[in-house]
Each structure stands twice: as C-alpha cells, then as structure tokens.
C-alpha cells in the first residue's frame, strides 16, 4: 500500500499564507488557503492506489481539517518536529515503519497541480528510492520516499530560495543513481504567484470551454 500525504497548516486567521496579507485581509487570506487546501484535496483524491492523509500543523482537531477529512475520506494526523524537515521525515518515517511501501508528500501551496505528477512520482518509485518536484521558487511542491527517509531534510532554511539546492547537495552520492526530478511547478506564497495564478486559472478555464 501507497501513502499520499497533504501538509497542510491548520486554517486559522492571521496564521496562514502570510506574506499575501501585504494587499489582502487576512479574511481574505484565510478564505483563499482554504480554497487551495479543498483544490488540493480534491485532486489527491483523485490519484489511485493509495491512503490519503491530511497531516496537519499545528492542530489537527481544528473543525474545518475534521470535516474535510470525513467528507473526501482522508485520514487526519498531526505533525510533530522542531522545524519542517524533520516534521516530513517523522511522516514518512512513521509511514514507512506502518508497512507503506511508498510516502508521497504535496503542500497546498499549488492549487493547480496537475495530478499526473503525483501519479509519476508514485510511478518513479518503483524503480527509484526518491523523488522530488521542485517548485519555481526554489523550493519544491513534492517529495516522495521508497524504502528509508533519506538525510536531505536537517538544517534547511525552509522557505527561502535555496531550499531545493540546500536539498540536492544532501543527497548522498551513492543515492543520486536512484533520484528522479519531476517537472518543474509553482507555488502560491506572494501577490505576484497570486496575479499569476489567475491568469493561469484564467487560461485552464478557456481551453476546457473550446474542447
């Protein structure tokens, strides 16, 4: 059995998706992390073959995590580590511990994922033992592990522009034959990703409309 995982903070006013509060109320904001989180949902339930998992920071038994959770049938379970990498290794360590062949991690930071990448890193790890899907950013929107937690998630600056090459310089040398990279996507962290994502939205819409 296969493990998707959504890492998702806990929808709280004032407490997500900050940096976009610079031109939005953070009603707003929170309305919109909303809106992503559900987006996110709603494409991971489409991938096959696997438990879906909300793993939620810093709550989990927030009322809004329970009922999305029952309504699409995901599991809820909280997060826990001193930072974000070790957070994403405990998920995947304890998941692979539970018998999960494979752990695949996504954010809700890029709410027009398409799913087939999800489905191609599931597909990668059966010949690979890790797989990521580096973000625009610099960071990355996707992580997925076979077999043991690599050292790739200790003393990372999360959230800035280096994350993803602070990533790949720990991947150990005898593990780089069994790495793959997906393609490259975006996320949604400022007012400029936000401006973007419109247009794109804007452009998905117009094309489905034609066929």
């Known amino acids: 059995?296969?493990?998707?995982?959504?890492?998702?903070?806990?929808?709280?006013k004032g407490k997500v998706?900050?940096?976009?509060?610079?031109?939005?109320?953070?009603?707003?904001?929170?309305?919109?992390?909303?809106e992503f989180l559900l987006q996110t949902v709603y494409t991971a339930k489409k991938v096959?073959?696997?438990?879906?998992?909300i793993a939620c920071y810093p709550d989990k038994n927030h009322p809004h995590l329970k009922t999305l959770a029952k309504k699409f049938g995901f599991h809820l379970i909280k997060q826990y580590g001193r930072d974000l990498?070790?957070?994403m290794k405990n998920?995947?360590?304890?998941l692979l511990h539970d018998g999960y062949k494979k752990v695949v991690i996504i954010g809700c930071d890029s709410p027009t994922l398409p799913k087939e990448y999800i489905e191609k890193a599931f597909y990668v790890l059966n010949k690979k033992s890790l797989v990521i899907g580096p973000s625009c950013d610099g960071g990355y929107y996707l992580i997925g592990v076979r077999?043991?937690?690599?050292?790739i998630f200790n003393n990372i600056k999360w959230g800035t522009k280096d994350v993803l090459k602070e990533t790949l310089k720990r991947i150990p040398k005898k593990m780089l034959s069994s790495f793959h990279l997906l393609p490259f996507w975006y996320d949604i962290d400022t007012n400029d990703d936000l401006e973007f994502l419109i247009l794109h939205k804007r452009i998905l819409d117009a094309s489905v409309q034609k066929t």
Do not use: H, W
């Open 1 to 12: 059995m296969n493990a998707l995982i959504i890492f998702a903070k806990t929808p709280v």
């Open 17 to 34: 998706k900050t940096r976009l509060q610079e031109n939005l109320s953070q009603t707003n904001v929170l309305k919109l992390y909303k």
């Open 48 to 53: 096959k073959n696997c438990k879906k998992i």
């Open 85 to 87: 990498g070790e957070r």
């Open 91 to 94: 998920a995947i360590t304890d």
């Open 147 to 151: 077999g043991v937690a690599p050292p």
